[in-house]
């Protein structure tokens, strides 16, 4: 962030000298002609924070905003730390590939651009993929690092640049701070030979081999003696670019083709019918809803726009459709995966599973069980993906892991997420394992609740846009039973003082009746476990931002226990909550679990006080 002594002029004159696209440069001189001071201090004052995820924000002029001078910063300084940090970068190349979205290729292309002109060869995919492609490239050509540019999820607004290390696994530290900084020591835009980036001899098109070498994967994931089911699937590309790997992987696994969702089916930068096109969000599904109940089909399978999410609903014997969780399809997976597993005749010692931290203890039980290995970690498919890595270093198979915001990883080649082989190899395959014995797949999931447990989970999120107020309620939630800071003038509230560390933290000791009995807080700067005496330091690295986990129990019904974890989002401005209860009793724990949500809304995040929206 520029200090607030620098004045805004400074700040505008240095974007007009450095912005080489006069869209972009009349915009902001547009403003300060006009002085929108306000508007030009929201986007000129903070500059976008390249993080884990790489960049990711709203499509302006403006150092807090994405666009071209902002990818060709990035670019530098990516490609300066690549060739300091990757042996024999210029010769591995890089691999770039991007989405529909309003300047994805354009900004591709600018990459691209930027590696080619410091003489780094670039693998480019010409035309759309999906996000996965480029992860699986980075690893089948030996790259030096990867980028895609897209948004995932996010409104129309948005777009973003995200970075797949030498390793195809999204960049953790201290790559992320490493790049961070080298961005800011290369900030002078060197593109002055903006020439059509296909024609370098540097550049290479990798689209068609890449492709036939992901649809080989595709087939070698599935079971080559499963009977294809009779069922009828219906698949939604959320506006994405999904479609065309959706259709294509049926077809070469051999699955009767999907019906497509006509309105959503071709890529549009617009997403006309979903204002926010994530399928997990309630009502995004509902056109393929629609579309399944009028075509007669069993399931709709939905993917987000870059496709490297996936969720599924099931029609019941009343025509009724049941909507499968993030964490139940993780429950389901897992179990199909070590069903696969066990059929190789492999010792169950050596596989291990993945799940984050705010996803369901269910495979926990199932490792419990079965006696293979379950590793949680912190969320994101960066630590996911590089905790399989260090697992398959240590010895063992890693075919899985997943995060409960409906990110799926299968086999070895793609250690990231992938909506297309979950459609494909997880899904449409254990349709047909479970319809050959006579079972729907939410059936299949009562049996796997039969045999681990019953899980129950309730994910949801409080919109707050304030950083201030963010940090109040975490203060509030870390000093839970003060009214103001032990260490600070009675005259001042406690919660503005959220920056100092001496007060003493007093978790919540219960939550709708249920006993607190532990509390782990990942926030760098907090970090604490209270269940790993003496040190009382937590085993999982710590976050960025607010992350703290809370176990209870209830005192009259001791098979009724909870996790809840409650931190701050990395991409949206959102307080998010991951709340899961076990017990036998299914309906018992339901009252138990809306108990909790309202407790926390009401009393733990002072959600009408501090005027937080939930969904």
Known sequence: MAPVTVPLEQLVNEWLRLDPNPITRDEIRRLWDQQKTDELERRMRTRIEFG?????GKMEAGWARMNDLIIIQASQGLCAYVLRSVPEASMRGVVVGHDHRHNSERWASLTA????????????HRGLVHTPMVPFSVKKLNAACGVMITASHNPK????????WENAVQIIGPHDVGIAESILQNLEPRLDNMSDVYTSPLCVDCSDSMRESYFTLIQGLVTAEVAHPS??????????????????????TGFTPCIPV????????????????????????DLALSEATASGANYVLAQDPDADRFTAAERGTDGSWFLFTGDQLGALFASHVLSKYKATG???????????????????????????????????????????LDLVAAGYEVPFGYEEAIGFMFGSEIRDKDGVAAAVVMFAELVAEVQGRGLTVRGYLDELYQRYGYFETKNSYFACSDPVTIDR???GIRHFQESVCTFCPATEPAESHAH??????????????????????????YGYDSTNAPSYQPRLPLSSGHMVQFRAQSTNDPDIKIVLTVRTSGTEPKIKYYLEGSAKDRQKLTGVLNLIVKDLADVWMKASEYGLRSP
């Open 157 to 164: 607004d948005d777009n973003g640049y995200k970075v797949y």
């Open 262 to 285: 006509e309105k959503q089916r071709l890529p549009d930068p617009d997403f006309p019918t979903v204002k926010f096109p994530n399928p997990e969000e309630k009502g995004k599904q």
């Open 500 to 525: 100092k560390k001496d007060s003493t933290i007093r978790f919540p000791t219960s939550i709708a009746g249920l006993t607190v009995n532990s509390v782990i807080d990942l926030t760098a700067g």
């Open 113 to 124: 651009q930027v590696f080619i002109s410091n003489n780094i060869k670039v693998y480019f």
């Open 473 to 475: 309620i975490f203060w």
């Open 346 to 388: 492999k010792p169950l010692g050596k596989l291990a599973m993945i799940a984050s931290t705010v996803s369901s203890r269910m495979i926990e039980a199932m490792a419990r069980v079965e006696g293979f290995k379950f590793v949680d970690c912190l969320t994101g498919f960066k630590f996911i993906g590089n905790n399989a």
């Open 52 to 56: 884990t995820a790489g960049l990711r």
């Open 231 to 252: 069922a009828k699937f219906v698949n939604t590309s959320m506006h994405g670019v999904s479609d065309p790997f959706i259709s294509e992987a049926f077809r070469k």
